[in-house]
Nanobody, 124 residues
Framework: QVQLVESGGGLVQAGGSLRLSCAAS????????MGWFRQAPGKEREFVAT????????YYADSVKGRFTISRDNAKNTVYLQMNSLKPEDTAVYYC?????????????????WGQGTQVTVSS
């Protein structure tokens, strides 16, 4: 079992930055592929970014490529999402997720464990 707790959300002006953190419990954190997803009101949950257990590979949604960076620290059981040049359309609840498979996947249904989410609001 893995429990995930997100933090770092908040209100920021357009063009600003935030760093989200996701703290994981469980001894096997280092073996999971980790991902970030987001869900805006009235919309489906969408993929943002994912990272392999070794942090050797990452994959991003086109909408955030070049602005967001996913990283992880296995010694701290934590995955991060650095968000720069934020836009109002980035406003959403952001969730981290863990996938027991070794593959980088963008489908929410592929992930086995989810956090409760943290709200990010970008004002124009």
């Amino acid at each position: 079992q893995v429990q995930l707790v997100e933090s770092g959300g908040g209100l920021v002006q357009a063009g600003g930055s935030l760093r989200l953190s996701c703290a994981a419990s469980g001894r096997t954190f280092g073996s999971f592929v980790m991902g970030w997803f987001r869900q805006a009101p009235g919309k489906e949950r969408e993929f943002v970014a994912t990272i392999t257990w070794s942090a050797g590979s990452t994959y991003y949604a086109d909408s955030v490529k070049g602005r967001f960076t996913i990283s992880r620290d296995n010694a701290k059981n934590t995955v991060y999402l650095q968000m720069n040049s934020l836009k109002p359309e980035d406003t959403a609840v952001y969730y981290c997720a863990a996938d027991r498979s070794p593959y980088l996947r963008a489908r929410a249904a592929s992930y086995d464990y989810w956090g409760q989410g943290t709200q990010v609001t970008v004002s124009s």
